[in-house]
């Protein structure tokens, strides 16, 4: 069979199954309940503006010309990382252009031959990709199950990385934290945590789970996002300065990579500058939350993303076709994406969601 021959194989195999992906846009004329823009800060006249302000009264260039340990480094660089990890609690940051870069260029480089990693299986696929790229032994633990990390962490070889997220993506629920800190420390073992889904959201000043619990001290490493509730892009890595020296002689995405542009730079001080004089956001955000919580209980989480499982491709778009026909933009989220039986709704809440809206979701759920 040619190689032409076998794509075409997998393509038909996704369209007979009904979950062929396909590039979309933004639904039009709808009310947003699916993107990560939590905060609205993807929407903010005052953020567009302060950042282009910025940008334009300090005449930086259009791009960083090149990686960091070339001519791609530069003073708005290393003030943002000093600015964040301030923010953060922990004595480095290094910048990167995504999340998805940065848990890459952790995981495929840290974790040594011999080592072994331990990852919630829910964890988002770049942190899988960067566990697949090392030389370490990889292994996943059951779903937030402790008692299933203990088992694996009882065999394992060499340094033990444990990765988790502190807020899930697709359930919206949250790690627990402390248990996997405290059967860390009995083995011996460092943290890394993926605040993708709570940066901006949690902590004071959108400073993260991590931070709102004072574990800076007793957590290896944290991946931080801003392309999720800060409205922007890039991410960073927070830990001490030990790692940052390691990422920078031997982390091949942060090494070959050229380095975010001052734009980039601008926008994610910014953005952070927008949640320390509206405090509110958050505030307002939480609001919803708990009024989605106490409408819906059986689809109540602690943060702003709401999982409604449906099961089953067909029927799961058909649920979510009935809420897009009344003006929502409510996306299915079907297998392969997530594991076949699991298919559901997944339900992100705003700062600038209507109450009304809301209860009127809410409605049509529980009428479905």
């Given at each position: 069979?040619?190689?032409?021959?076998?794509?075409?194989?997998?393509?038909?195999?996704?369209?007979?199954?009904?979950?062929?992906?396909?590039?979309?846009?933004?639904?039009?004329?709808?009310?947003?309940?699916?993107?990560?823009?939590?905060?609205?800060?993807?929407?903010?006249?005052?953020?567009?503006?302060?950042?282009?302000?910025?940008?334009?009264?300090?005449?930086y260039?259009?791009?960083?010309?090149?990686?960091?340990?070339?001519t791609?480094?530069?003073?708005?660089?290393?003030n943002?990382?000093?600015?964040?990890?301030?923010?953060?609690?922990?004595?480095q940051?290094?910048?990167?252009?995504?999340?998805?870069?940065?848990?890459?260029?952790?995981?495929?480089?840290?974790?040594?031959?011999?080592?072994?990693?331990?990852?919630?299986?829910?964890?988002?696929?770049?942190?899988?990709?960067?566990?697949?790229?090392?030389?370490?032994?990889?292994?996943?633990?059951?779903?937030?199950?402790?008692k299933?990390?203990?088992?694996?962490?009882g065999?394992?070889?060499?340094?033990?990385?444990?990765?988790?997220?502190?807020?899930?993506?697709?359930?919206?629920?949250?790690?627990?934290?402390?248990?996997?800190?405290?059967?860390?420390?009995?083995?011996k073992?460092?943290?890394?945590?993926?605040?993708?889904?709570?940066?901006?959201?949690?902590?004071?000043?959108?400073?993260?789970?991590?931070?709102?619990?004072?574990?800076?001290?007793?957590?290896?490493?944290?991946?931080?996002t801003?392309?999720?509730?800060?409205?922007?892009?890039?991410?960073?890595?927070?830990?001490?300065?030990?790692?940052?020296?390691?990422?920078?002689?031997?982390?091949?995405?942060?090494?070959?990579?050229?380095?975010?542009?001052?734009?980039?730079?601008?926008?994610?001080?910014?953005?952070?500058?927008?949640?320390?004089?509206?405090?509110?956001?958050?505030?307002?955000?939480?609001?919803?939350?708990?009024?989605?919580?106490?409408?819906?209980?059986?689809?109540?989480?602690?943060?702003?993303?709401?999982?409604?499982?449906?099961?089953?491709?067909?029927?799961?778009?058909?649920?979510?076709?009935?809420?897009?026909?009344?003006?929502?933009?409510?996306?299915?989220?079907?297998?392969?994406?997530?594991?076949?039986?699991?298919?559901?709704?997944?339900?992100?809440?705003?700062?600038?969601?209507?109450?009304?809206?809301?209860?009127?979701?809410?409605?049509?759920?529980?009428?479905?």
């Amino acid at each position: 069979m040619s190689q032409k021959t076998k794509l075409e194989a997998l393509l038909t195999k996704r369209k007979e199954q009904g979950s062929l992906r396909t590039l979309g846009r933004g639904a039009l004329g709808m009310v947003d309940f699916s993107s990560n823009d939590y905060l609205g800060l993807a929407r903010s006249e005052d953020l567009k503006n302060l950042v282009i302000d910025r940008y334009t009264k300090n005449k930086y260039s259009n791009g960083s010309t090149g990686s960091r340990l070339l001519t791609g480094n530069n003073e708005l660089t290393t003030n943002c990382e000093k600015e964040l990890a301030r923010l953060f609690g922990f004595e480095q940051t290094t910048l990167f252009n995504s999340g998805y870069t940065a848990n890459l260029a952790l995981f495929s480089a840290l974790p040594q031959r011999g080592d072994t990693i331990i990852y919630d299986e829910y964890a988002h696929v770049c942190i899988k990709d960067g566990c697949r790229l090392s030389m370490a032994h990889r292994r996943s633990f059951k779903h937030n199950d402790l008692k299933d990390l203990e088992r694996k962490l009882g065999d394992a070889e060499g340094e033990i990385f444990i990765a988790c997220e502190s807020v899930y993506s697709m359930d919206g629920d949250i790690a627990p934290l402390e248990g996997i800190i405290k059967l860390a420390n009995d083995h011996k073992a460092k943290v890394i945590v993926d605040e993708a889904h709570s940066t901006g959201v949690f902590g004071k000043h959108g400073s993260g789970l991590i931070s709102e619990m004072g574990l800076q001290n007793k957590v290896f490493a944290v991946i931080y996002t801003f392309g999720k509730a800060m409205g922007i892009h890039g991410a960073c890595i927070a830990g001490d300065q030990g790692l940052k020296d390691f990422i920078t002689n031997f982390s091949r995405p942060f090494i070959y990579t050229t380095a975010p542009s001052p734009f980039e730079v601008i926008s994610v001080q910014s953005a952070f500058e927008q949640l320390r004089i509206q405090p509110s956001l958050s505030l307002n955000l939480q609001s919803k939350i708990e009024l989605f919580n106490s409408l819906l209980p059986e689809f109540a989480s602690p943060s702003a993303i709401k999982s409604v499982h449906i099961g089953g491709n067909e029927k799961t778009k058909s649920v979510a076709k009935k809420l897009q026909n009344e003006g929502f933009d409510i996306r299915p989220i079907l297998s392969p994406t997530v594991k076949e039986g699991s298919e559901r709704l997944r339900i992100c809440l705003h700062t600038f969601n209507t109450e009304k809206e809301i209860s009127l979701i809410c409605d049509l759920l529980k009428n479905t």
